[in-house]
């Protein structure tokens, strides 16, 4: 959970950084911030994980259509992140999103599901 709460403050962090309107930040991190719960439980099951790009991915191919949303809308925002952020460094997003995932690795508490280079799953030691 520790994990967890670093990862939500990164990405609250990062939305600062963004050029959005008012509106649209808070939304971001209203949704981001809601479904931190819900990720962190499916995270625990072992249900999904953080791939290679940084973003969530499915583990389980029998999750659902509940976890498949909670996928895609954290995976939603976490694009309009890494767009911002490549755009302030001047480089793209597919870069942002696998140095993330490179930090989400070394950061993410034993346990949780991981994605190599090679798309393998490993469960973090």
Excluded: H, I
Excluded at 100 to 115: C, D, F, N, P, V
Aim: proline share 1%; charged share 25%; with cysteine.
């Amino acid at each position: 959970m520790k994990t967890m709460l670093c990862l939500t403050v990164f990405g609250l962090l990062a939305l600062t950084t963004m050029n959005l309107s008012a509106q649209d930040l808070s939304a971001v991190q209203a949704r981001m911030k809601e479904r931190l719960p819900q990720v962190a439980q499916q995270k625990a099951q072992k249900v999904v994980g953080e791939d290679r790009a940084g973003f969530l991915a499915l583990v389980k191919a029998d999750a659902g259509a509940t976890v498949q949303k909670l996928v895609e809308a954290e995976n939603a925002d976490r694009k309009v992140v890494y767009a911002a952020l490549a755009a302030k460094a001047g480089t793209d997003a597919a870069r942002v999103g696998q140095q993330r995932a490179k930090e989400l690795a070394e950061r993410s508490a034993a346990g949780m599901m991981l994605q190599r280079d090679d798309g393998t799953w490993y469960e973090k030691k």
